[in-house]
């Protein structure tokens, strides 16, 4: 317990440690969700609409 | 096989998501990894104590800074000589990964600054070109969403991306060229690095690990624009038949 309190202190610094980890963190998980959900996003609505045209054809035949 | 056989977008696709898994898993890895080393292995500087352990995120966010724009400016320059629209795509997908990191390089460069220098904020040359460096990113993003027209849209970046490089080497050289507060280069010097591999070690690991972030979300958002692009491609010819 107490060498988890003296790690999480940074010899006084914690304040200015541990925000900057944090927000490196945040941003760069931030960023890694936003892109992989507009690709997963981008990938099914063209499946969707390739699949739609692909009925249109059908359809016309 | 030719890098012409990559350059086409249909082959790119079923590469990029094969390096993209091994490269998210490798970024997963080594930023543990780089962690682990950063906050414990490593050890606390004689002058500056515990807070050096800041420069294992800050350090690796600057250089990512710089690295995502010279990328983007040479993907820039291909994309308007060889009007390649994969090198379109490319410049386009890492401008919010470099904003991202510049961000990140400010910010945690302000924590460390606080308790070593007594100040969040110096308008020093390292600084300030550091801080400029994030408007480009920001108005190469503003251009991409103010025009309309894809193809315009795309050389009017490009042009920007290609002016704003100048602010690159200015960046790397501000701390010698001029009297920053900021200290000089102790990684990437002509002589070696000056810095003990005991700090090296997990200052290279993280590097790494930001390296393999970007290849990874570089691949997602570049697959994401192709992606986009054939739907457009596909409504428009919608709207013309």
């Known amino acids: ?61 | 096989m030719s890098m012409h056989y990559f350059a086409n977008p249909t082959h790119f696709t079923r590469l990029a998501g094969r390096i993209q898994q091994w490269a998210g898993g490798l970024a997963a890895g080594l930023l543990i990894a780089g962690l682990y080393l950063a906050l414990v292995v490593a050890p606390a500087d004689y002058q500056q104590g515990e807070t050096v352990r800041i420069m294992f995120v800050h350090v690796p966010s600057a250089w990512m800074a710089l690295f995502c724009y010279s990328f983007l400016a040479v993907a820039s320059a291909v994309a308007l000589i060889w009007k390649h629209p994969l090198a379109d795509m490319a410049a386009k997908a890492s401008a919010p990964i470099g904003a991202g990191f510049t961000f990140l390089a400010l910010v945690t460069g302000s924590l460390w600054g606080k308790p070593m220098w007594g100040t969040w904020w110096v308008w020093d040359a390292r600084l300030t070109s550091v801080l400029i460096l994030f408007f480009l990113y920001l108005g190469y993003m503003a251009l991409w969403q103010a025009i309309e027209d894809s193809q315009k849209a795309a050389k009017a970046a490009a042009v920007l991306a290609l002016v704003g490089a100048v602010n690159v080497p200015i960046i790397k050289f501000s701390v010698d060229w001029w009297n920053t507060l900021h200290q000089p280069a102790s990684v990437l010097r002509m002589d070696g690095p000056a810095i003990h591999p005991s700090m090296l070690w997990p200052l290279l690991v993280m590097a790494l690990a930001f390296k393999a972030y970007f290849v990874t979300l570089l691949l997602a958002r570049m697959r994401m624009e192709l992606n986009l692009r054939r739907i457009r491609a596909l409504r428009l010819a919608d709207r013309t038949s």
């Not at chain 1, 900057?20 to 936003?34: K, T």
């Not at chain 1, 892109?35 to 249109?56: F, I, N, P, T, Y």
């Open chain 1, 1 to 61: 317990m107490e060498r988890i309190v003296e790690f999480m202190a940074m010899g006084g610094y914690g304040t200015y440690v541990w925000p900057a980890f944090g927000v490196v963190l945040a941003v760069m998980a931030l960023l890694w969700f936003a892109s992989m959900r507009g690709w997963r996003k981008s990938e099914l609505d063209l499946r969707a609409l390739r699949e739609s045209r692909r009925q249109e054809e059908i359809a016309k035949e």
